[in-house]
């Protein structure tokens, strides 16, 4: 039994989701004396690898080609495919990323599977493996289980734990595929990066603000409190529609499902919509003048306080604690 | 232009979950439905590719009567024709797109959009699935769109950045927010649309592929801690996160 696990790579640097993914597929693998297979795709990328076998792969299919630099949705899911092909992978695993999400439905068509969409946790009994994932944005969970002899799962980021990578290596092979121009029929062709910003689908602590700030301008000690703690600003649906945010900030049902190890949430009241996005944060943060706000029904610790004085001061000793 | 647009009618944003009898699915009573808000720009974008390029917009949804409702909306901010998918079973997304990419086959649509995806199930592959059925590219997650003779630009929203796809017609194109801002149904625009005809079909069988034995709520979370009400709180709730938590 053999697994295929996408390891994501974006100029030429694993994401952390590829040993998320990886060491999920581990866990996995153990217990269907099973063995992982990685798939890495790019340009020059056979010497990164390696790094894989660390989290429980036992080989790398490395496809290298100019062409696969950036990342096109029909050229990827035709060599995915053709990799699990050619290992007889029955079963795939992806990242729930956008590059994640945008691949796997063509690769589960192409591969005539089912696919369990952004699960947050994989079991094995009897046998088949069974997942859970989200829906509602979080509201609620479903166990599902997929029934087509291929069985192609995405995982959310941030989720399952890669851990430290230890000393075991991997075979590494490269696999040369054979394109047309039809392959790259829809293909990036620039990546225009939002300059310096961390994105709240992948940081690791998020703090994020509210109609409770008042004015945009206020977003300045989010910002403050944020780079300090190396987190990502995110914001709820209400700084979004007011125009005081842009929308890839906004935490919630029509916004983005975050799952960071802590959550800071400043002068947001917490509507049902928002807290679905968040409460599967590990920690949970929050700052409101209003005791009776539904975030504090989900927050971990809270400070009942006025955020333009509490949060000043949270920031000032972070920077006390971080010797910044 | 033969254009396509795909929709769902999902609960609203302002839904509490609560498991119906079944255990497999929510109970439906006292819950709000509504276009699916992603689902609701691709209407929107649909409208002004037939502004701009000329020709009809369908908009078809898979599901039972009550998705008229649905329908109705997107008929009266401006599609020429409404087609419902009848089959009021459970479906999974792969079974759900199976029959939209029958019915786009059938039809010959020039583009498809849809939404990224639906606010119910946050699947986020009935795009993707369709258009890897009809063999045609697909750009998800889409917040910016420019449409030539034959051909597009389309800037997808990822991680930290946005990529910028080339790709040629047909296609899927699944929207995000931000890719526009959708038009409210004029006056005119709802009595019109309570006048034009509703098509229904019953469309194939399809296996779902994902099959859910059980839905549950999330975890309880347990009563947190209220750490104080001033800045002078600050410096304890720093430690308990350091200490306690051991996230910073």
């Known amino acids: ?260 190890s802590l959550y800071v949430a400043v002068a947001i009241s917490g509507a049902v919509q928002h807290l ?35 949060i000043p001061a949270i920031t000032a000793e972070v920077k006390k604690l971080l010797g910044k | 232009m033969k254009i396509l647009v795909f929709v769902n009618h999902v609960p609203d944003t302002e839904t509490k979950v609560k498991i119906g009898s079944d255990g497999k699915v929510i109970d439906p009573a006292g819950v709000n439905y509504m276009l699916n808000p992603y689902d609701e720009i691709g209407v929107e974008e649909a409208l002004k590719t037939k502004q701009q390029f000329g020709g009809e917009v369908v908009v078809v949804s898979l599901g039972g009567d009550p998705n008229k409702e649905t329908l109705r909306k997107a008929l009266a901010m401006g599609c020429d024709k409404a087609v419902l998918l009848k089959d009021p079973a459970i479906r999974d997304s792969y079974a759900v797109a199976r029959s939209l990419a029958d019915y786009a086959k059938e039809y010959g649509a020039d583009v498809i959009f849809c939404g990224k995806q639906s606010i119910d199930y946050d699947d986020a592959q009935v795009g993707g699935l369709i258009a890897e059925m009809l063999g045609i590219p697909s750009v998800s997650v889409v917040v910016k769109l420019e449409i030539k003779e034959g051909h597009f630009i389309a800037e997808r929203e990822i991680e930290g950045g946005h990529e910028i796809v080339h790709s040629k017609l047909p296609a899927v194109i699944t929207a995000q927010k931000g890719l526009n801002e959708p038009r409210y149904p004029s006056l005119k625009g709802i009595m019109d649309a309570k006048r034009k005809p509703i098509e229904e079909k019953v469309p194939n069988a399809v296996e779902s592929r994902v099959v859910t034995e059980v839905m549950r709520k999330p975890p309880a979370k347990a009563q947190g801690k209220i750490v104080g009400s001033d800045a002078s709180a600050a410096a304890e709730l720093v430690r308990l996160l350091h200490e306690e938590a051991k996230v910073i």
């Open chain 1, 1 to 260: 039994m053999k697994i295929l696990a996408f390891a994501e790579q974006r100029n030429g640097q694993f994401k952390k989701t590829a040993f998320e993914i990886v060491k999920a597929a581990k866990t996995v693998a153990d217990q269907l004396n099973g063995e992982v297979i990685a798939v890495v795709i790019g340009k020059d990328i056979a010497s990164i690898a390696g790094q894989l076998g660390g989290f429980g792969a036992a080989k790398v299919i490395a496809v290298e080609d100019a062409r696969l630099e950036l990342y096109s949705t029909t050229a990827y899911s035709k060599v995915i495919a053709d990799v699990a092909t050619a290992q007889s992978a029955s079963i795939l695993m992806l990242p729930a990323s956008e590059m994640g999400k945008d691949v796997a439905p063509r690769v589960a068509v192409k591969l005539n599977g089912g696919l369990a969409a952004g699960c947050t946790m994989l079991t094995v009994e009897n046998g088949s493996v069974k997942a859970a994932r989200p829906v509602y944005a979080g509201k609620g969970l479903v166990d599902v289980v997929v029934t087509t002899s291929t069985k192609i799962f995405t995982l959310r980021p941030n989720v399952f734990t890669a851990g430290n990578s230890t000393d075991s290596s991997a075979v590494v092979e490269t696999m040369k595929i054979e394109f047309s121009d039809a392959d790259f029929s829809a293909a990036v062709k620039e990546v225009k990066a939002a300059s310096g910003k961390k994105d709240v689908a992948e940081a690791d602590i998020i703090v994020s603000g509210g109609r409770g700030l008042k004015g945009p301008e206020n977003f300045a000690m989010i910002e403050d409190l944020a780079g300090t703690l190396g987190a990502a600003v995110g914001a709820s649906r209400a700084a979004v529609d007011a125009g005081w945010r842009t929308h890839d900030e906004q935490v919630g049902q029509t916004g983005k499902t975050v799952s960071p």
């Open chain 1, 276 to 310: 679905a996005g968040m409460s599967s944060s590990k920690y949970i943060v929050a700052v409101n003048k209003d005791k009776d706000a539904p975030i504090f029904s989900i927050a971990d610790y809270g400070i009942v306080g006025d955020a333009f004085e509490v």
